[in-house]
């Protein structure tokens, strides 16, 4: 009787040793309770209770925790989206009792000043500037957190709007402004290549004819110059002007003949070549330096009596 007796003590004494021993893990706070009132708070570390007198009401995590809320407004340009708002927040270790206490459910409690404040803010933007602004919607979500959850306890760290969902059909009509506008952009650089292409074939063009034009004037400067010489040299021998001038006319026109039929894919050309053709071609010219030799010095002459006039009649007038 005795031994079963030290065996049922023994057993009684092990159960409140194991009952009265607790411990509590880093970054949080045990709630004990005597008797269902609050008796003390308990950090980490080992602790020791009264078993059945003294219970561990509940623990209270102390560190950074995240409260992902999902919320439909409407923005001022009458769009449906979904926003995103993650919340960041803290239990302060001086607030233990108050966080406990004071608040029977605080992500309930988040989750309603979130909706609150984003609906009272995202209605006044269009929804280009709810994608530019999402920084002040956070920012006016802190603020209204914190004000109301640090009498509890609930410290607000960061509120961050993580995700901007607009309706599909919104969506898609984004991306077919976007696509038309970058369309745009590519058919500006298009037309602006195009037209740097344009410019530079005229230039090239313009820069081809100049040349083109300015060899021209070298090759007939030449050629004048040639045929200068071969009057002078002709002149020497006793020829006079114009008959070097017709001799010349005749020779380069027997020149063209023969360039002419040397070439095998020339075009066919009808020119006279006939011996007296040359010699009627020499008499025309030579007719036709006489002439215009004649009418040269007559308008000469008449030049001269009309100046010799204007003359005598300006001294009879200064003579009255």
Known sequence: MGTFFTVFILIIGFIIVITGIFTVKQQTAA?????????????????????????????????????????????????????KISVQY???????????????????????????????????????????RKDDIANAVKAELNDAMLDYGYDIIRTLVTDIDPDEKVKDSMNRINASEREKVAAEFEGEAERIKIVAVARAEAESKRLQGQGIADQRREIARGLEESVEVLNNVGINSQ????LIVVTQHYDTLQ??????????????????????????????????????????????????????????????
Request: no cysteine.
């Open 90 to 132: 803290q239990v302060t270790s001086a607030k233990v009792y108050d966080a406990f206490y004071k608040l029977e459910s605080p992500s309930a409690q988040i989750t309603s000043y979130v909706f609150d404040v984003v609906r009272a803010e995202v209605p006044k933007m269009k929804l280009d500037d709810v994608f530019e």
């Open 259 to 320: 360039s002419v039929g040397s070439q095998t894919n020339s075009n066919l050309i009808l020119l006279p070549n006939s011996p007296e053709a040359g010699s009627n071609m020499l008499n025309d010219m030579i007719a036709s330096f006489t002439a215009s030799s004649q009418i040269g010095e007559e308008m000469k002459k008449q030049n001269d009596r009309k100046a010799l006039e204007g003359k005598e009649t300006k001294n009879k007038k200064d003579k009255y």
């Open 31 to 83: 709630i004990v309770e005597r008797f269902g009132r609050f008796l003390s708070i308990r950090n980490s570390g080992l602790h020791i209770k009264i078993p059945i007198v003294d219970r561990i009401a509940g623990r209270i995590n102390l560190k950074i925790q995240q409260l992902d809320v999902n919320v439909e407004t409407k923005t001022k340009d009458d769009v449906f989206v979904h926003l």
């Open 243 to 246: 008959e070097a001038s017709a």
